[in-house]
């Protein structure tokens, strides 16, 4: 019986990802990924050489799996790009399980430029969605890869996630930033079998409410909430706290506590 894989990211259910981790060694063996991480690992060799890298770990799952691979390949350094609107269990666990050499840039963004940029919470629309990677990820990568005089940054995006890899998985943007996916042509399911095979331990996000589809972002960049409402109750699940804090600036969240009762 031929194996059906998950599509694009954009087409899975929580629920479909959640089942596919249930049952991953049905999909992949060790053996099978075994054979692809090691090939990975030679890639990496292959394309840095003796240039200067780092990788960015964010915490999620593909910059979990990116995380070992670089290590296994010889790259220790890293870094991860946060902002002061965080997930508190999230970084809670990020204190606990970032890589020894990881660096944490804050870029700065706070509740207070939030209130004046209301247009980024929770973001209905793929380019308001963009801008904060633009505005946290990339910022404190770019800070990042200035600083320590980098070659390439090594990055765990994949295409079967839509994203953009480059040709040869590289590409140097318009600030000067070499960025390199190894991961590029992993399946979903791939991410899935390192992490269980190798027992990579995961971030509280994957046990909350859409946490597969949400990812590792700061919760006003939560997406696929359907409203602003729906983005306040969702957050409450996870953590009252942000919502009571978030009140004091910005009226929706008020709202949304009065309402409550």
Same mark, same amino acid.
Do not use: G, T
């Given at each position: 019986m031929s194996v059906k894989y998950l599509g694009r990211k954009q087409s899975i259910s929580n629920d479909a990802w959640l089942e596919a981790m249930a049952h991953i060694e049905e999909t992949v063996s060790r053996s099978e990924i075994e054979e692809l991480s090691a090939k990975t690992v030679d890639a990496i060799k292959n394309v840095v050489g003796d240039k200067k890298a780092a990788y960015a770990w964010s915490g999620g799952k593909d910059s979990i799996a990116l995380g070992k691979i670089c290590e296994d390949a010889g790259i220790s350094d890293s870094m991860m790009g946060v902002c002061d609107l965080e997930y508190p269990a999230f970084m809670a666990w990020v204190s606990d399980n970032k890589p020894a050499g990881c660096e944490i840039i804050n870029t700065g963004v706070n509740i207070d430029w939030l209130a004046k940029n209301l247009d980024m919470l929770f973001p209905q629309k793929s380019d308001k969605a963009g801008r904060w990677f633009a505005i946290v990820q990339h910022k404190a990568q770019r800070e990042y890869f200035k600083r320590h005089d980098l070659d390439i940054m090594l990055l765990g995006r994949r295409r079967a996630d839509g994203n953009y890899t480059g040709q040869g998985n590289m590409y140097t943007d318009g600030k000067g930033v070499t960025r390199y996916s190894p991961l590029a042509?992993?399946? !979903?399911? !791939?991410?899935?079998?390192? @992490?269980h095979y190798n027992d990579l331990p995961l971030p509280p996000i994957y046990e909350w409410r859409n946490g597969y589809l949400c990812g590792t972002h700061p919760w006003p960049a939560r997406q696929w909430t359907g409203n602003v409402e729906n983005g306040w109750r969702e957050v409450y699940e @996870?953590?009252?706290?942000?919502?009571?804090?978030?009140?004091q600036k910005i009226e929706s969240a008020r709202h949304f506590l009065e309402e409550r009762g």
């Open positions: 042509e992993w399946k !979903h399911e !791939h991410v899935l079998a390192y @992490i @996870i953590d009252p706290s942000i919502v009571e804090n978030a009140a």
